[in-house]
């Protein structure tokens, strides 16, 4: 297995919060945040049971 016995696999389940920023009617700036419980990268790698995730996204429209 991947983790050899250090980790056992769940289903992972989170959250989502964003806010869309319309900066000009073309320019949107999008913060957002995740929360997940029981991923399987994080458990393996750093043997924690949640992670937190932020995220900065520009869109342009042409």
Not at 8 to 16: N, Q, R
Not at 45 to 54: L, T, V, W
Request: charged share 15%; proline share 5%; no cysteine.
């Amino acid at each position: 297995t991947i983790s050899q016995g250090q980790a056992a696999a769940h289903d992972e389940s989170g959250i989502e919060v964003f806010y869309n920023f319309a900066i000009t009617p073309a320019v949107r700036l999008i913060p957002s945040y995740q929360h997940i419980w029981h991923p399987l990268a994080a458990e393996v790698a750093e043997r924690q049971d949640s992670a937190d995730i932020f995220q900065l996204r520009l869109t342009t429209a042409w």
